[in-house]
């Protein structure tokens, strides 16, 4: 099963207009929640968006991206990004549900942080991101079709004040029936990125 998922899995980016049962997204949120986590420190937390809710949501997400637009923004050297997260932002909108991914030890990424910090900043997201992938490989055993999303990012301040958090909003999933069947992209080969030291 695992096998399976980790390559038949896709990023699924148009949602039929059908909805998800909330067992199956019990499941995958339960997925997610068995996940290695350094220490153990289990610094996760999900918040599932799905109707009118979802919509509030995607309306804070579309006032950070108009922010972003105009000029006023908090990550100058990523505008070149901004044409991709409306798309996004835009995917989101037809997507069924939506799960917000929360760390829950992590602060702003606005605010500065000293070497100590960086460091549990950087085990904690290394753990989400294993939780992440969790959540993506049983949608797709369970024969739904998910988009990982960090272009929330454009909307941080937004979002996190929509959410009434300080918690460090690391992405959010996209989760629907797929309603279309992309082919693998392209991916480096396994000599270019691995070194053996036999
Ligand atoms: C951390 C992370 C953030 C991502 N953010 C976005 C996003 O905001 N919008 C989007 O369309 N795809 C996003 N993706 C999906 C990637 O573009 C995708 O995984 C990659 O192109 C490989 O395609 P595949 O998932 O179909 O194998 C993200 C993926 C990861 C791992």
């Known amino acids: 099963m695992a096998i399976h998922s980790i390559y038949q899995r896709r990023s699924i980016r148009k949602f039929q207009d059908r909805n998800v049962p909330t067992e199956l997204i019990n499941q995958i949120l339960d997925a997610g929640r068995v996940a290695p986590s350094a220490k153990n420190r289990q610094p996760w937390r999900y918040i599932v968006f799905a109707n009118e809710y979802k919509n509030q949501l995607l309306e804070a997400m579309e006032c950070g991206l108009k922010r972003e637009e105009e000029g006023i923004t908090d990550l100058p050297k990523s505008q070149?990004?901004?044409?991709?997260a409306k798309n996004t932002s835009a995917i989101m909108q037809k997507a069924p549900v939506i799960v917000v991914v929360l760390n829950t030890n992590g602060r702003s990424p606005f605010l500065p942080v000293d070497n100590d910090e960086r460091i549990v900043e950087q085990c904690d997201l290394l753990s989400i991101g294993a939780s992440v992938e969790n959540m993506l490989l049983m949608a797709e055993d369970l024969g739904l079709g998910a988009l990982w999303i960090a272009n929330t990012c454009?909307?941080?301040?937004?979002?996190?004040?929509?959410?009434?958090?300080?918690?460090?909003?690391?992405?959010?999933?996209?989760?629907?029936?797929?309603?279309?069947?992309?082919?693998?992209?392209p991916r480096k080969d396994l000599g270019d990125i691995v070194e053996y030291r036999l």
């Not at 070149?80 to 991709?84: C, E, S």
């Not at 909307?155 to 029936?177: D, M, P, R």
Request: aromatic content about 14%; charged content about 25%.
């Open 154 to 185: 454009f909307a941080y301040k937004e979002l996190t004040s929509f959410l009434n958090t300080k918690e460090q909003l690391t992405c959010a999933i996209a989760i629907g029936y797929a309603d279309e069947s992309p082919k693998q992209r």
């Open 80 to 84: 070149y990004g901004i044409l991709d």
